[in-house]
C-alpha cells in the first residue's frame, strides 16, 4: 500500500469512528428511555413506582425487583395471611421462628410504639376488629364501655418478646397489628435493596407511603402534592423532596365505617379506645419512610396541641396537620415552615403548630 492509500484509508478510519461516536451520542440523547411508570394492587392499596434514568432494560428490573420485595413484605407480615409471620405470632404464645426482615420490623415497630408513648400502639389490633376493622365485622352499634375496656386490656408492646432469629407474645389475646408502620417500612426495604447501585431515580409510593431517589430531571427535584383532606384528589401545596426523603400521610377520609349514621376512622386511639376525632390529615416528612408512617398515625392520634413534643423526639421529622373542621387550617410544625408551598388560596390558613 503507498503512502497516499494508507493515509485515505487511516483518516477514512478516522472519519468512520468520530461519525460513529457522534451517532452514538445523538442516539444516547434522544433515546433516553421515557419515564417508566407501573401501579398495581398489593397490601390491601395500590403500589406505584415511576422511574428515570439511562437504561430502559435497568428500569424494568428495578420495577420487577420492587414488586418481588413488596410481595415478600407482605406474605410474612400481613394479618389477612393466615400463615405470614405475623399471624403464626398473633394465634399462640410459644416462640415463632421469624425471618431476618420480620425481626427487624418487629425491632421498629416497638421502637415507635416506646418513642410516641403508645400514641402509636401496634398492639392495638384487638380495638381495630372491635370497630370493623382489619378483618373485624363492622358493629352494628357503638361498641359498650365493657367490650371497649376488654380489648383495652390486651394491649401491651411489653407483651412481645424479641429472640434473634425468634418473636413471642407472652400474653394470650395480645395481637400485633402492624397496619400502621408496614407499608412504610416496606418502602424503605424497595429504597435500600433495590436502588442501591443502579443510577436511576425513582419514586416509591405505597397507599401514599413515599419515598424518593435523585432526582425528577437533572436540574429539578421530585415534587409532591400533599393530600387535601376535604378534596379527594385535590393537594393543599407541594414539598420537593430531596434524594432519600419520605413523606406519609394518614387520613381520616379513606377508610371508615359508618355506626348509627356517624362516619368513624380506621386510627384508634389507645387511651381511650375509640377511633379519632377531630383530626382530618397528617402528613409527615423524614428520612425513612418507616418513621414517616408511624409517626403520620401517632400525630394523627396525639392531635395538634401536644405534637410538637413528640417530634422533638424524632429530629428531621417534620409535621403538616388539618384539624377536621372548617375553614380549612393547616398546622406546621417549625422545620415545615421553610419547605412546605402552599396553593394560594390556602396561603392565610397556615399557622404554627404550638411549641
Ligand atoms: P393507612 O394504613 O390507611 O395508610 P395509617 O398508616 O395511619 O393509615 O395506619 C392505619 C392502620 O394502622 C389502621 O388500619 C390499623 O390497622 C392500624 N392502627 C389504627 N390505630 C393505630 C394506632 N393507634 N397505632 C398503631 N396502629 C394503628
Ligand atoms: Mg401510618
Given at each position: 500500500?503507498?503512502?497516499?492509500?494508507?493515509?485515505?484509508?487511516?483518516?477514512?478510519?478516522?472519519?468512520?469512528?468520530?461519525?460513529?461516536?457522534?451517532?452514538?451520542?445523538?442516539?444516547?440523547?434522544?433515546?433516553?428511555?421515557?419515564?417508566?411508570?407501573?401501579?398495581?394492587?398489593?397490601?390491601?392499596?395500590?403500589?406505584?413506582?415511576?422511574?428515570?434514568?439511562?437504561?430502559?432494560?435497568?428500569?424494568?428490573?428495578?420495577?420487577?425487583?420492587?414488586?418481588?420485595?413488596?410481595?415478600?413484605?407482605?406474605?410474612?407480615?400481613?394479618?389477612?395471611?393466615?400463615?405470614?409471620e405475623?399471624?403464626r405470632l398473633n394465634a399462640t404464645t410459644e416462640a415463632v421462628p421469624v425471618?431476618?426482615?420480620?425481626r427487624?420490623?418487629l425491632?421498629?415497630?416497638?421502637?415507635?410504639?416506646?418513642?410516641?408513648?403508645?400514641?402509636?400502639?401496634?398492639?392495638?389490633?384487638?380495638?381495630?376488629?372491635?370497630?370493623?376493622?382489619?378483618?373485624?365485622?363492622?358493629?352494628?352499634?357503638?361498641?359498650?364501655?365493657?367490650?371497649?375496656?376488654?380489648?383495652?386490656?390486651?394491649?401491651?408492646?411489653d407483651k412481645l418478646e424479641l429472640g434473634?432469629n425468634s418473636a413471642r407474645m407472652t400474653a394470650p389475646?395480645t395481637?400485633l397489628?402492624?397496619?400502621?408502620?408496614?407499608?412504610?417500612?416496606?418502602?424503605?426495604?424497595?429504597?435500600?435493596?433495590?436502588?442501591?447501585?443502579?443510577?436511576?431515580?425513582?419514586?416509591?409510593?405505597?397507599?401514599?407511603?413515599?419515598?424518593?431517589?435523585?432526582?425528577?430531571?437533572?436540574?429539578?427535584?421530585?415534587?409532591?402534592?400533599?393530600?387535601?383532606?376535604?378534596?379527594?384528589?385535590?393537594?393543599?401545596?407541594?414539598?420537593?423532596?430531596?434524594?432519600?426523603?419520605?413523606?406519609?400521610?394518614?387520613?381520616?377520609?379513606?377508610?371508615?365505617?359508618?355506626?348509627?349514621?356517624?362516619?368513624?376512622?380506621?386510627?384508634?386511639?389507645?387511651?381511650?379506645?375509640?377511633?379519632?376525632?377531630?383530626?382530618?390529615?397528617?402528613?409527615?416528612?423524614?428520612?425513612?419512610?418507616?418513621?414517616?408512617?408511624?409517626?403520620?398515625?401517632?400525630?394523627?392520634?396525639?392531635?395538634?396541641?401536644?405534637?410538637?413534643?413528640?417530634?422533638?423526639?424524632?429530629?428531621?421529622?417534620?409535621?403538616?396537620?388539618?384539624?377536621?373542621?372548617?375553614?380549612?387550617?393547616?398546622?406546621?410544625?417549625?422545620?415545615?415552615?421553610?419547605?412546605?408551598?402552599?396553593?394560594?388560596?390556602?396561603?392565610?390558613?397556615?399557622?404554627?403548630?404550638?411549641?
Open positions: 500500500m503507498n503512502n497516499i492509500s494508507r493515509q485515505t484509508l487511516i483518516s477514512s478510519i478516522l472519519v468512520i469512528a468520530a461519525l460513529a461516536f457522534l451517532v452514538h451520542r445523538s442516539r444516547s440523547f434522544t433515546s433516553r428511555p421515557a419515564p417508566v411508570e407501573r401501579v398495581w394492587p398489593v397490601m390491601g392499596t395500590f403500589a406505584s413506582v415511576t422511574l428515570r434514568g439511562d437504561h430502559a432494560d435497568q428500569l424494568d428490573a428495578v420495577c420487577d425487583q420492587t414488586a418481588a420485595m413488596l410481595e415478600t413484605v407482605n406474605s410474612l407480615m400481613s394479618v389477612y395471611i393466615p400463615d405470614s405475623i399471624s425471618s431476618p426482615l420480620t427487624q420490623m425491632e421498629r415497630t416497638r421502637h415507635y410504639t416506646q418513642g410516641t408513648g403508645g400514641a402509636f400502639d401496634a398492639t392495638v389490633l384487638p380495638l381495630v376488629r372491635l370497630w370493623g376493622f382489619s378483618g373485624g365485622k363492622t358493629p352494628e352499634t357503638l361498641p359498650s364501655d365493657a367490650m371497649i375496656e376488654a380489648a383495652r386490656r390486651l394491649m401491651g408492646i434473634e389475646g395481637t397489628d402492624l397496619g400502621g408502620i408496614a407499608k412504610g417500612f416496606a418502602v424503605d426495604r424497595c429504597y435500600e435493596a433495590v436502588i442501591a447501585g443502579n443510577a436511576v431515580n425513582a419514586i416509591f409510593n405505597l397507599g401514599g407511603n413515599i419515598r424518593v431517589h435523585g432526582k425528577a430531571t437533572p436540574d429539578r427535584p421530585w415534587r409532591i402534592g400533599v393530600q387535601d383532606p376535604f378534596e379527594q384528589g385535590e393537594t393543599l401545596g407541594f414539598l420537593a423532596l430531596d434524594s432519600g426523603m419520605a413523606l406519609a400521610t394518614s387520613g381520616n377520609y379513606e377508610r371508615f365505617v359508618m355506626i348509627n349514621g356517624k362516619r368513624y376512622t380506621h386510627i384508634i386511639d389507645p387511651r381511650t379506645g375509640r377511633p379519632v376525632e377531630g383530626m382530618a390529615g397528617v402528613t409527615i416528612l423524614s428520612e425513612s419512610a418507616t418513621e414517616t408512617d408511624a409517626l403520620s398515625t401517632a400525630l394523627f392520634v396525639i392531635g395538634i396541641e401536644d405534637a410538637a413534643a413528640t417530634l422533638a423526639r424524632f429530629p428531621g421529622s417534620e409535621a403538616i396537620m388539618v384539624p377536621d373542621r372548617r375553614p380549612t387550617e393547616i398546622y406546621l410544625s417549625k422545620g415545615m415552615q421553610a419547605k412546605f408551598v402552599p396553593h394560594p388560596e390556602y396561603r392565610n390558613a397556615i399557622r404554627r403548630l404550638p411549641e
